[in-house]
Every structure is written in structure tokens, then in C-alpha cells.
């Protein structure tokens, strides 16, 4: 294929003409890779279209140029594919993008990692030079280029094999990136206490940023980076503390659904629904009585999870896990036929990929994919009000997600009547306040 070097804003400019009435294909080289995208300077951006390579050098040794990345705004494309979607995000936030990783996870259920791209003499820079801040911009050119063909490669190939999955594509990635882009404010003495002075490097400008990854066969996203994993910190520890409002009187908000679990159980098989804490519910079913002490329920709900996700069943169990059993046994026969099965919102499990599949692994996988799809899908709705207050998300963690007001916002509770409505929908929800997210009272609307 050509190659062609935009430098100036005039040839910009001619591209975004053409990228404007043709599909193209993205590949963006990060300056560092050991950079979250949030806080990270773009080296190169590859722009495959009409069997050009157009190079777009922003931050690279081997190029001076006029060219910026808010200069990149003018790029509005037709329809642009990028094997990562979410990370383009940060370069062109409002583009049609088509996420490749994405076809490739609706066809394997996992996606390959970008590194497996990497030119020998790319793997070598970065192994040499470990360590060192922007190592990707003294990697000779020819060689980014070399990898932004066999990326290009790999996406046309991928394209060519399946569609696709509109609901990761339009709800889900724009949703993570929403999550990711605020970053998350910390006490920076606390934060290193708890993670270690190795995790200075995670902190820019008292914030540091999680990185969702989507692509995971049990439909749950990852969210871990710089060696932090946001998506399971600590609850006794004290590491919560390390969380804070960015605002002046700020405090933190989380709203977490009650039971999600069972609740989304029951949704799948069809069970109604509790008007009282599900796992209340079925502790008074296990001890045969109304008034259930803290310490029995707390074993109701230890028993409940032992029963879910095994293959052996004890037949004198409430209905709730026999109305379970006569679903998994429907659908573990459907899906073992036709070799996948398909999610509510789309989302293909094939069977192939699952490793020993059992029916209560399979069963596990759907209900974590609905769980994700649910949660994921009621954020996604909470994006205008992110973009029309100061209200900013923080985290989400399966069932739950951490928000940060500002008193400029007005009346807190005005903002967590809002934001529950919009977060919970159907289902119940409990929500807690703090100065940060280990110290988090019961909030009820006398607080």
C-alpha cells in the first residue's frame, strides 16, 4: 500500500475529506504504553482508507510538524474502525466508531492481545528501555508503520467474518469510557500507603484511571491498571480511604442494588420478585419462620451461594432453586445442540470456548452477562446527566457504582433521588454516603 505523511493542517484537512465519505481504518500508537489513555500524549495515529496509509506524526522523534491532536477534530468520519474502540474515544470522542476487538469477541469470546502486533525491534525498544517515559517515540517510524499493517490486517480479516455486537458496540464501550475519563480522585499519602510507592506512577495530578476491559467470556468487564485492581479492592483493609470527592464539600455517593443476583435470576427463569430483601426472603424458607436473627441470615445467604452454581441439588430447597434447575436443564439442552447461546442483549456464549463446561458454568456466565448488560445499560442512560451537571462517575463494580457530587449541584439528596431512579429502574437499591469510599453511611431520606 502507499504511504502518505500528513504534516500540515492543509493535507488534514484533504484527509478528513476523504475519511469523510469512505470507511477507514484507525490504528493509534500511544507515546507511552504503560500510560492511561486519559493522561497519555498520542505519538503516530494510521489512518487506512481508499489503499492509502495516511501517517499522522503528533509526537515522534523522526517528525516536526503543525499538526496536534486537538487538530484530529477535524477528522468526522463516515464510518471508522478501530480495534479498540474506547481508547480512539480519547482522541475522537464523537466519531462513528466500530469496535473490531469486538467482532472478534462475539467469534472467539476473547480477544488477542495488541502486543501479539508488535514488530520484533517494538518488543525489543520496550524491553530495552523499561522504565523510561515515551519509548514509543524513538522507535523508528518505518516500524510503527510495519505494525499499524499487521493491526490493519487483522481488523479486515475480522470484518470480513462477522458483525458487530450493537449493544457492546453503542452502549457498553461508550459506557466504560464515560467511567474512565473523570478519573478517580485520591489521597495521594493514603493511595501509596495502601499500594505502594510503585503506584506513584498511577497518580497524575491527584487522580488516578481504571481501565475497563469488556472482552471477558464471563460477560463481567475487568477493571484493574498500574497494577490496582479497581474492580476488587479491599473492603476491610482500610485501602477505601484512599477515595475522595474532587469537590470542595464534596462527597461520594454509592448506589448499590439490593440482592442483584437473585433479582437477575429470577428476571432469566421467571420467579417473581421479593417486595423484601431476597436473601431475607429465602432465609425465612430455610428456617421455617418469620423473625430471622442477623447471624441466620447471614447463613441463608451462604447457603444460598454454595447452592447456585453446583451441579449436585438437594430436593428440599425452596421452589426458587427448582424453578432454577428446570431452566438451566431447558437451556443447557438448547445450548449444547446449537453449540451457543445467545444472551438478552445479544451477546454470543459458544460452548466451544467454554473451558470444561458444565450447566452451572454456563448458567454462572449467563447470569454474569446479564448482570453486566443490566448495570452497564442503566450508566449508559445516566451519560446526559454526567454531561448536563457536575456529577461524575467513579467506579463500577458489578452491582454497584460510586459517584462524585459537588454541592454546586445543589441539594444532595435532590442529586441521589436522581441518580437512583436512573441507576436502579426496577430494582431496588441501597444507597450510601461519604468523604470517601471506606467510611460510607446507610443514606435513607432523613439522613
Known amino acids: 500500500m502507499q504511504l502518505k505523511v500528513i504534516t500540515t493542517l492543509d493535507e488534514l484537512q484533504d484527509l478528513a475529506a476523504i475519511v469523510g465519505l469512505n470507511d477507514s481504518y484507525v490504528v493509534p500508537v500511544w507515546s507511552d504504553t504503560t500510560i492511561h489513555p486519559a493522561v497519555n500524549t498520542l505519538s503516530v495515529l494510521f489512518v487506512f482508507c481508499q489503499h492509502i496509509i495516511y501517517c499522522i506524526p503528533i509526537n515522534h522523534s523522526e517528525s516536526t510538524n503543525q499538526i496536534s491532536t486537538k487538530n484530529l477534530q477535524l477528522l468526522k468520519p463516515s464510518q471508522m474502525f478501530a480495534y479498540n474502540k474506547k481508547e480512539l474515544m480519547y482522541i475522537l470522542p464523537n466519531a462513528n466508531i466500530i469496535d473490531v476487538a469486538g467482532i472478534e469477541y462475539m467469534l472467539h469470546n476473547s480477544v488477542s492481545a495488541i502486543e501479539s502486533d508488535y514488530t520484533k525491534i517494538m518488543r525489543d525498544f520496550y524491553i530495552k528501555f523499561r522504565g523510561n517515559r515515551n519509548v514509543t517515540t524513538c522507535i523508528p ?213 467454554i473451558v470444561e463446561p458444565t450447566k452451572a458454568k454456563l448458567f454462572n456466565y449467563i447470569v454474569q452477562s446479564k448482570e453486566s448488560e443490566v448495570s452497564l445499560s442503566a450508566i449508559h442512560g445516566m451519560i446526559p446527566m454526567f454531561a448536563n451537571t457536575l456529577l461524575r462517575p467513579v467506579l463500577y463494580t458489578y452491582d454497584s457504582i460510586l459517584l462524585d457530587y459537588s454541592p454546586n449541584d445543589g441539594e444532595l439528596s435532590r442529586v441521589i433521588n436522581a441518580a437512583a431512579v436512573l441507576f436502579g429502574g426496577k430494582y431496588p437499591t441501597r444507597i450510601y454516603v461519604g468523604d470517601n469510599y471506606h467510611e460510607m453511611e446507610l443514606y435513607t431520606a432523613n439522613s
Open 141 to 353: 517510524l518505518m516500524n510503527l508503520v510495519e505494525f499499524a499493517e499487521n493491526l490493519y490486517t487483522k481488523m479486515i480479516i475480522l470484518t470480513k467474518l462477522y458483525r458487530p455486537w450493537e449493544f457492546l458496540n453503542n452502549t457498553i464501550i461508550p459506557t466504560c469510557f464515560a467511567l474512565e475519563r473523570y478519573g478517580i480522585k485520591v489521597d495521594e499519602p493514603e493511595y501509596l500507603k495502601y499500594f505502594g510507592k510503585g503506584a506513584r506512577k498511577n497518580i497524575k495530578d491527584g487522580y488516578v484511571y481504571s481501565s475497563y476491559y469488556p472482552y471477558l467470556i464471563t460477560g463481567r468487564c475487568s477493571n484493574a491498571f498500574g497494577g490496582v485492581n479497581y474492580a476488587a479492592l479491599n473492603t476491610t483493609n482500610g485501602c477505601r480511604r484512599a477515595f475522595v470527592s474532587r469537590f470542595d464539600g464534596g462527597k461520594l455517593i454509592l448506589i448499590d442494588y439490593e440482592s442483584f443476583h437473585l433479582r437477575l435470576i429470577a428476571d432469566i427463569i421467571g420467579y417473581p420478585q421479593p417486595k423484601e430483601s431476597f436473601h431475607q426472603f429465602l432465609a425465612k424458607q430455610y428456617f421455617g419462620k418469620e423473625d430471622i436473627t442477623p447471624e441466620e441470615r447471614k447463613l441463608g445467604k451462604q447457603l444460598t451461594f454454595q447452592t447456585l452454581y453446583q451441579d449436585s441439588r438437594d430436593e428440599v430447597l425452596p421452589e426458587f432453586f427448582h424453578k432454577i434447575w428446570h431452566w438451566i436443564d431447558t437451556n443447557w439442552e438448547e445450548a449444547t445442540k446449537n453449540g451457543y447461546y445467545y444472551t438478552d442483549f445479544g451477546r454470543k456464549i459458544g460452548m466451544e470456548h
